[in-house]
């Protein structure tokens, strides 16, 4: 069974800094992309951040770019999410989604998701 | 950046009703569309991708078409277990943008 379990959530003043890991399980990590996605409450999910099987591909949403940082241990089959400089804006919650690819689409569709972390930003 | 835009926002239908939801790019993304359905206090889950193809273990009840910039998200005879928030995601071109959503409610 594929699982995805994120943690490292919670409150945070605006300007600090939260590490969120995934640790996933259940399938072949390194023959998979994964990414960041969160979600504000009352809002629709948001894509933040992609990292390819190997690392070699990176990109981030430009409202998060040069703050946050993806990185991922594929031999701990582990995937993080580095969030600096955080602002208001930045409260949701973040889930760690797989990338299932289809025809030539980069991201495909995030076909696994874990229950999400809840970072809240606030003074 | 490509937008989504989905309608109606919000919706109420009965058990059995058939339901559409309608999902606009705001330019071509051929049939890189996909469509989620989130219930509340959980994670989304992907129903539908490449505009027509039902993913694995999803009720056959679901359906998808359109392409270009015009996509429909049917439901042919709407389930208790139906009602919920749908969204439609495009994975033609980064970032790869959700829609505001479609909440089903009961009638």
């Known amino acids: 069974e594929v699982q995805l379990v994120e943690s490292g959530g919670g409150l945070v003043k605006p300007g600090g800094s939260l590490r969120l890991s995934c640790a996933a399980s259940g399938f072949t990590f390194t023959s998979y992309s994964l990414n960041w996605v969160r979600q504000a409450p009352g809002r629709g999910p948001e894509w933040v951040s992609h990292?390819?099987?190997?690392?070699?591909?990176?990109y981030y949403a430009d409202s998060v770019e040069g703050r946050f940082t993806i990185s991922r241990d594929n031999a701990q089959n582990s995937v993080y999410l580095q969030m600096n400089s955080l602002r208001a804006e930045d409260t949701a919650v973040y889930y760690c989604t797989r990338s299932s690819t289809y025809m030539s689409s980069y991201y495909g569709r995030f076909d696994y998701w874990g229950q999400g972390a809840l970072v809240t930003v606030s003074s | 950046d490509i937008q989504m835009t989905q309608s109606p926002p919000s919706l109420s239908a009965s058990v059995g009703d058939r339901v559409t939801i309608t999902c606009r790019a705001s330019?071509?993304?051929?049939?890189?569309l996909n469509w989620y359905q989130q219930k509340p206090g959980k994670a989304p889950k992907v129903l539908i991708y490449?505009?027509?193809r039902l993913q694995s273990g999803v009720p056959s009840r679901f359906s998808g078409s359109g392409s270009g910039t015009d996509f429909t998200l049917t439901i042919t005879s709407l389930q208790s277990e139906d009602f919920a928030t749908y969204y439609c995601?495009?994975?033609?071109?980064?970032?790869?943008?959700f829609g505001q959503g479609t909440k089903v409610e009961i009638k």
């Open positions: 990292i390819s099987s190997s690392s070699t591909y990176i």
């Open positions: 330019q071509g993304i051929d049939t890189y």
């Open positions: 490449a505009a027509s």
């Open positions: 995601q495009q994975s033609y071109s980064r970032p790869p943008a």
